[in-house]
């Protein structure tokens, strides 16, 4: 998680220690937002299934990772209770919810409303839906005090039929959209921002070969990378995001249009 060494960090000019929480930062888009806020001066606490690798733990602004599974009740609230006492004066300054899942039947096939076990809609609503509400819940006092922001991470699937994502990630990522505008109209009275970006096809360990047919109906010709979508989701936790609220920024390629 070192990043480059040529961006001043934004801490420096206000001498601010700016911490976020990543969830899923352990691989994908989860890993490059935190290699991105690393080499723009902010700490970061970082949560996954899996520990960290040992090359990550040598920079001195990841503050703390801690193995979570989400899903999970008591796993998330040991998460919220470790991350909260790891926090600089009990203030954070931004949340990304970024963990999610997209399962598949055992033959790869497409989970839809008619096939599957619904057992398996419940694990995707549990980490992609409720995980992102228990968690902002758990870290609003923190936000508060560092007038923070909480970035959803939503997907271009939630707002139209995807040939490759099931219905079950599709439906929970559009009930996570609809969270995002219900959180920041709550959320203000706290002065926490509360917005999304919506990936279209990003290339991380979640794309198959077969994606490399939905290229045609990207505008910009091409897959997007993980850093693509952690810029955007940098500049909603910045200054320069402080009057926005309640947004959902497309990171698609212009795919959403077509």
Same mark, same amino acid.
């Given at each position: ?172 990522? @559009?009930?996570?959209?609809?969270? +995002?505008?219900?959180?920041?109209? *709550?959320?203000? $009275? #706290?002065?926490? /921002?509360?917005?999304?970006? @919506?990936?279209?096809?990003?290339? +991380?360990?979640?794309?198959?070969? *077969?994606?490399? $047919? #939905?290229?045609? /109906? ?41």
């Amino acid at each position: 998680m070192t990043g480059s060494g040529d961006t001043q960090p934004e801490a420096a000019a206000d001498q601010r220690v700016r911490t976020v929480v990543i969830t899923g930062a352990s691989r994908g888009i989860g890993h490059a937002t935190a290699r991105f806020f690393l080499a723009r001066g902010w700490h970061i606490i970082t949560c996954s299934r899996e520990d960290t690798p040992e090359e990550c733990k040598r920079d001195p602004q990841w503050t703390c990772h801690i193995p979570t599974d989400l899903s999970d009740v008591d796993s998330l609230e040991n998460f919220i209770k470790e991350a909260n006492a790891a926090l600089p004066e009990g203030r954070l300054e931004a949340l990304v919810n970024n963990a999610g899942m997209s399962p598949k039947t055992p033959f790869k096939e497409r989970l839809g409303c008619l096939n599957g076990d619904l057992g398996a809609w419940q694990e995707v609503f549990d980490l992609n839906f409720l995980a992102p509400l228990r968690l902002s819940r758990g870290f609003a006092s923190a936000l508060h005090k560092g007038d923070g922001a909480i970035v959803n991470v939503t997907s271009i699937a939630g707002h139209m039929i995807h040939p490759f994502a099931g219905s079950a990630y599709s439906i929970s990522k @559009a009930a996570l959209s609809a969270l +995002t505008r219900e959180m920041a109209n *709550e959320f203000a $009275a #706290l002065g926490v /921002r509360v917005n999304a970006v @919506a990936p279209g096809e990003i290339e +991380t360990e979640m794309i198959q070969p *077969e994606y490399e $047919a #939905l290229i045609p /109906r990207i505008p910009l010709d091409k897959m997007g990378s993980p850093t693509d979508v952690a810029g955007a989701i940098h500049y909603l936790c910045s200054d320069d995001a402080r009057y926005v609220t309640g947004t959902e920024i497309w990171v698609t390629g212009g795919q959403h249009m077509v």
